[in-house]
């Protein structure tokens, strides 16, 4: 016999409840933050933002960390440089190093964090299940400079938190700073300290930039071209149905899970390359070869890497650590012969430790990179190409996760390579340096309209003879999955669903972040199950 009508009834009724508990406790909440380089045009970019936000509901708060800096200006002025004062890059520079260095790197973060919490427009209704209550509002923090303040704000906002990185050229931004009133020397300056500086505390833009979600362009005089990369961040952020991911996207996503495979000490790079027509060539990563071609990966029959190795220490630290001792040795070892007073040669013998860390610090040895056993990825992707045979790489496009070293730009410039896109930037590499006569670094190549520009005008016929070095734009590989993933793309009678996840009082958000741990959850659908199976007691009690 069937169950009774009303238990029937009772299951299609709780079918579903206890999810749809649970669903409503996501938060409806977003955290932006936005970084980019003195000069790149940040304001305009986070006020698109903004009036996007806002046309789609959100209540907006703006963030702005160096109002913290300026609040706490008795804490930093004492440090500014004789003529620094007024000149408000300067100033928030110094005042972020100083507290920074005093509350700890990531206190610009904690401000934000702490700004946002007192900022909360309704308070979360504890007692009861629905987040109804809470309304859609939207964080805009500006600006983020070190990455230990991304790391904080990423810990704490888990799903909900966004790092976009501004992009524009060196030019573009001298350009703008000079319209802002900037003599040239001031505003190199404040572009040389943004990038990186030798302070730990200081503005570590470079490395911050690697920890980016989404990368927009913004060159000078194209202001048009910001609302369109906004949207579609935004879309893809909400789920939209209809994006899918760029050629540009595509291809770095797959470098990237190349470099997955890397088991170096230093860092995972990856790389693929793309003939002229966008087929893939070639994928690499950084990492020891072995004998009959190839690199070491976990299905060699003898794995080599220096991982697996006795020493377990990186060959290129190594060798350097060697060099260094040389040093000790060759001064300890020529000293009486250099100095002749008895007493001087005594103090300097006695200062020896500090004079060898001295010496190199700025030997440029700690720089060098040629004594790695590693293959570089770069490197690893061309020779796949040519071990494999059949495909030329003349003409065709190399994705990298990190700038390419001066050792891989000479030989992506002889295999006839026509652009590279790269992420990390790579303070050691010294191919702009080396190979200025046929290779141009630019921070963008945006597609607009259909046209590509480069320094905000189209391709010039400089550009056409050299390799073109550019910053990659849009969704960052980390994101990749998480944005173009799509569980379904219509409804049970295949008419297609704009938006993917909108149900009456539950986030469109495509990452989604729940107001209780997972602790609370467990309680709720005990609470609900028990409901229906009332709790035994338990075998131990």
Same mark, same amino acid.
């Given at each position: 016999?069937?169950?009774?009508?009303?238990?029937?009834?009772?299951?299609?009724?709780?079918?579903?409840?206890?999810?749809?508990?649970?669903?409503?406790?996501?938060?409806?909440?977003?955290?932006?933050?936005?970084?980019?380089?003195?000069?790149?045009?940040?304001?305009?970019?986070?006020?698109?933002?903004?009036?996007?936000?806002?046309?789609?509901?959100?209540?907006?708060?703006?963030?702005?960390?160096?109002?913290?800096?300026?609040?706490?200006?008795?804490?930093?002025?004492?440090?500014?440089?004789?003529?620094?004062?007024?000149?408000?890059?300067?100033?928030?520079?110094?005042?972020?190093?100083?507290?920074?260095?005093?509350?700890?790197?990531?206190?610009?973060?904690?401000?934000?964090?702490?700004?946002?919490?007192?900022?909360?427009?309704?308070?979360?209704?504890?007692?009861?299940?629905?987040?109804?209550?809470?309304?859609?509002?939207?964080?805009?923090?500006?600006?983020?400079? &070190?990455?230990?303040?991304?790391?904080?704000?990423?810990?704490?906002?888990?799903?909900?938190?966004?790092?976009?990185?501004?992009?524009?050229?060196?030019? &573009?931004?001298?350009?703008?700073?000079?319209?802002?009133?900037?003599?040239?020397?001031?505003?190199?300056?404040?572009?040389?300290?943004?990038?990186?500086?030798?302070?730990?505390?200081?503005?570590?833009?470079?490395?911050?930039?690697?920890?980016?979600?989404? #990368?927009?362009?913004?060159?000078?005089?194209?202001?048009?071209?910001?609302?369109?990369?906004?949207?579609?961040?935004?879309?893809?952020?909400?789920?939209?149905?209809?994006? @899918?991911?760029?050629?540009?996207? &595509?291809?770095?996503?797959?470098?990237?899970?190349?470099?997955?495979?890397?088991?170096?000490?230093?860092?995972?790079?990856?790389?693929?390359?793309?003939?002229?027509?966008?087929?893939?060539?070639?994928?690499?990563?950084?990492?020891?070869?072995?004998?009959?071609?190839?690199?070491?990966?976990?299905?060699?029959?003898?794995?080599?890497?220096?991982?697996?190795?006795?020493?377990?220490?990186?060959?290129?630290?190594?060798?350097?650590?060697?060099?260094?001792?040389?040093?000790?040795?060759?001064?300890?070892?020529?000293?009486?012969?250099?100095?002749?007073?008895?007493?001087?040669?005594?103090?300097?013998?006695?200062?020896?430790?500090?004079?060898?860390?001295?010496?190199?610090?700025?030997?440029?040895?700690?720089?060098?990179?040629?004594?790695?056993?590693?293959?570089?990825?770069?490197?690893?992707?061309?020779?796949?190409?040519?071990?494999?045979?059949?495909?030329? @790489?003349?003409?065709?496009?190399?994705?990298?996760?990190?700038?390419?070293?001066?050792?891989?730009?000479?030989?992506?410039?002889?295999?006839?390579?026509?652009?590279?896109?790269?992420?990390?930037?790579?303070?050691?590499?010294?191919?702009?340096?080396?190979?200025?006569?046929?290779?141009?670094?630019?921070?963008?190549?945006?597609?607009?309209?259909?046209?590509?520009?480069?320094?905000?005008?189209?391709?010039?016929?400089?550009?056409?003879?050299?390799?073109?070095?550019?910053? #990659?734009?849009?969704?960052?590989?980390?994101?990749?999955?998480?944005?173009?993933?799509?569980?379904?793309?219509?409804?049970?009678?295949?008419?297609?669903?704009?938006?993917?996840?909108?149900?009456?009082?539950?986030?469109?958000?495509?990452?989604?972040?729940?107001?209780?741990?997972?602790?609370?959850?467990?309680?709720?659908?005990?609470?609900? #199950?028990?409901?229906?199976?009332?709790?035994?007691?338990?075998?131990?009690?």
């Amino acid at each position: 016999m069937g169950e009774p009508a009303v238990v029937q009834i009772h299951k299609k009724r709780r079918n579903g409840d206890v999810r749809a508990v649970l669903e409503r406790r996501a938060s409806k909440e977003l955290v932006i933050a936005f970084m980019g380089a003195a000069g790149c045009g940040l304001p305009r970019v986070i006020t698109e933002c903004h009036q996007q936000l806002q046309a789609m509901g959100y209540a907006v708060e703006r963030v702005k960390l160096s109002d913290f800096i300026k609040k706490n200006r008795s804490q930093w002025e004492h440090e500014l440089q004789p003529g620094d004062a007024g000149i408000r890059y300067l100033e928030n520079q110094t005042g972020g190093n100083v507290l920074r260095h005093d509350h700890g790197r990531d206190i610009l973060a904690q401000y934000a964090v702490n700004y946002i919490q007192r900022s909360k427009l309704v308070k979360d209704p504890e007692a009861g299940d629905s987040a109804k209550e809470l309304p859609k509002v939207a964080y805009l923090i500006d600006q983020v400079k &070190h990455p230990e303040e991304a790391a904080l704000l990423r810990l704490t906002y888990r799903n909900i938190f966004y790092l976009v990185g501004v992009l524009s050229t060196e030019e &573009h931004r001298l350009a703008r700073l000079k319209d802002d009133g900037l003599v040239v020397d001031d505003a190199k300056r404040i572009m040389e300290r943004d990038r990186k500086e030798v302070d730990q505390n200081g503005q570590q833009l470079e490395k911050a930039f690697k920890l980016a979600d989404y #990368f927009i362009q913004h060159p000078l005089g194209r202001d048009e071209a910001v609302p369109k990369q906004i949207a579609r961040f935004l879309n893809l952020a909400h789920g939209h149905n209809s994006v @899918t991911p760029t050629k540009h996207e &595509h291809a770095m996503y797959v470098a990237h899970s190349s470099g997955l495979r890397s088991a170096c000490f230093s860092r995972q790079v990856g790389a693929s390359i793309l003939d002229s027509s966008g087929k893939l060539l070639g994928v690499g990563c950084n990492d020891v070869p072995q004998y009959g071609g190839g690199l070491y990966t976990v299905e060699s029959k003898v794995d080599n890497r220096c991982a697996f190795l006795e020493e377990k220490i990186c060959e290129n630290d190594s060798q350097k650590q060697q060099r260094k001792e040389k040093m000790r040795a060759g001064l300890a070892a020529e000293l009486p012969n250099i100095v002749g007073d008895d007493g001087l040669r005594k103090a300097l013998a006695a200062k020896m430790e500090s004079i060898v860390d001295l010496a190199y610090k700025y030997s440029g040895v700690p720089d060098l990179i040629e004594f790695s056993r590693a293959v570089h990825a770069e490197m690893d992707a061309i020779v796949s190409v040519a071990r494999q045979g059949g495909a030329s @790489t003349i003409g065709g496009t190399l994705y990298t996760t990190t700038f390419p070293c001066h050792n891989c730009a000479r030989h992506i410039v002889a295999a006839g390579i026509d652009t590279v896109y790269y992420i990390e930037p790579y303070e050691k590499s010294l191919a702009l340096i080396s190979h200025s006569d046929s290779i141009v670094v630019l921070d963008h190549d945006a597609e607009i309209d259909g046209e590509t520009y480069e320094d905000g005008n189209k391709k010039t016929s400089e550009h056409a003879s050299k390799v073109k070095f550019i910053h #990659f734009s849009g969704v960052a590989p980390r994101l990749y999955s998480k944005f173009f993933f799509r569980d379904k793309r219509k409804d049970a009678d295949g008419r297609f669903l704009e938006w993917d996840g909108i149900q009456e009082g539950v986030t469109s958000k495509i990452m989604v972040e729940y107001l209780d741990s997972y602790r609370d959850f467990e309680t709720k659908v005990s609470q609900e #199950f028990e409901k229906d199976f009332p709790a035994e007691p338990s075998p131990k009690e």
